[in-house]
């Protein structure tokens, strides 16, 4: 709530306000979702066959902006990040797969210091910091021809505060720009607790942690607006 108070203070005396889309393609740090799908796949007499891993892929974000006095630029946004993996068999006697459903949101602030301003074209470089909500979907299925179907599916959920570096450039185009941008995002995951039992979270066969982590590199576009 200060940072948000403080965001409407300053757009009061800001030259400008903005409104901005993005989406970017993230490298998400899932090693533990990837050893769990390797594990789901060794543990079983079922020769499952890897049909989606758990790698990265795109997100999308929205940002309001305020151009301070000195040029610098303060953003609040929200987004969107997701990845899977799925495991699948079948033959004649019937299938059976395994799905993990990873969906990320993310909330937070942005300072980007400007460095050039020539002919249109901007160059800026800040940080960033925020917090992440996490929600893993697990679910396994079993189809046999003979005797029917059984499912089972279970939700965890996570919270994470996150920070990292931003450099961006933006060509103004009357009261339009667009512009690209490259990042890293270090995310210091938490646990996933059971959505039925807050006192439950996921481990592995070694009693360690499995952790979602949306840290990892980001590269991306975006097109906004002078409002």
Known sequence: MGILLM?????????????????YYGVYNMADMQDMQ???????????????EVTGYWGYEIALGVTLPNTDQLNLFAGLNSTGGRLHYSDFSGSASFDQVLRGTHLGAEFLKRLSN???????????????FTRLDLRSSLQLNTT????EEQQFN????HLGPRFAVRKLLSNFYIGAFAGYDYNFAGKLKLSTNKEAFLIDRNNDQIKADWGGFRIGLSLGIQL
């Open 7 to 23: 965001f409407l203070a300053l757009a009061g005396n800001a030259q400008n306000t903005s409104f901005e889309v993005k989406t």
């Open 148 to 151: 029917g179907s059984s499912s």
């Open 158 to 161: 996570s919270f994470a505060p």
């Open 38 to 52: 390797q594990q789901a796949r060794t543990n079983t007499d079922v020769p499952f066959r890897v049909i989606d």
């Open 118 to 132: 020539n002919n249109g074209f901007t160059v800026e470089a800040g940080l960033r910091a925020g917090v992440s």
